[in-house]
């Protein structure tokens, strides 16, 4: 007999999903608004807050079981090796693999793992980088293409190239016009859907440039790495959304 705890327990695992993407679409914006609006000092408050709610419904996976170090490690290299990467192409703007290495990591891990990894991607690179009031909404736009690429791949959205492709695409504009948003509040008095497609209009090179490199990656990386990490997964028997 189930006592409320597990009821609970259960409730959390089968709604995380739900959960994840109310952060996404309520708290996040509404939290990197007000931040930016009022107190862009505590940038490192606010990441830190960021990845603690993340890992909330990542944790949900494994209702009352404590996760292995297992669990946490493909994650955690993932996020690495974006963050290296992002820094190995540092010459080249916005020629970067982390959209994709993030893309990756969710379409085998799910949708919460993605937005987890792109979150830490975003905050580990920033160590090269520099921190600073840009760095959450960094983390919550590579964490919000990491959480959509795991929901599309769990629909079998992504499984053909060319949907693939699409979506890789879609995200250097999606990335972009998020910063824009950072850009506008940040460095304009009063940001007017205008002045913003201004903004837009204006980063459109950039945004090219990151849609295309994540195209190139994800053809050159998809495949092998998306069929290592399953083999890790199912190996060791890696809790996924």
Request: glycine residues 8%; positive net charge; aromatic residues 16%.
């Amino acid at each position: 007999m189930r006592g409320p705890v597990t009821e609970v327990s259960l409730w959390l695992r089968r709604n995380r999903t739900k959960i994840m993407a109310f952060l996404l679409i309520a708290v996040f914006p509404a939290a990197l608004v007000l931040f930016t609006r009022y107190d862009n000092r505590h940038y490192a408050l606010i990441s830190l807050l960021m990845v603690l709610l993340a890992m909330g419904p990542f944790l949900m996976l494994y209702e009352r079981k404590r996760p292995q170090p297992r669990e946490w490690i493909p994650l955690a290299v993932m996020a690495a090796i974006a963050a290296v990467g992002r820094a190995a192409f540092a010459a080249v703007p916005n020629f970067k693999p982390v959209s994709a290495i993030v893309i990756i990591t969710a379409m085998v891990f799910g949708p919460e793992a993605g937005f987890l990894t792109g979150a830490v991607a975003a905050l580990a690179s920033n160590l090269f980088f520099g921190q600073g009031p840009w760095t959450p909404w960094q983390m919550f736009s590579w964490g919000l293409i990491g959480f959509l690429a795991g929901v599309l791949a769990k629909k079998g959205w992504l499984q053909k190239k060319w949907q693939l492709f699409l979506y890789a695409a879609a995200t250097g504009f999606l990335y972009g016009w998020i910063m824009n948003i950072w850009a506008g509040m940040g460095f304009l008095y009063d940001l007017t859907w205008q002045t913003y497609l201004l903004l837009c209009v204006s980063s459109f090179p950039f945004d090219l440039i990151h849609s295309a490199s994540t195209v190139i990656f994800l053809w050159l990386l998809a495949d092998s790495w998306g069929a290592k990490l399953r083999r890790v997964k199912y190996k060791f028997g890696i809790l996924t959304g």
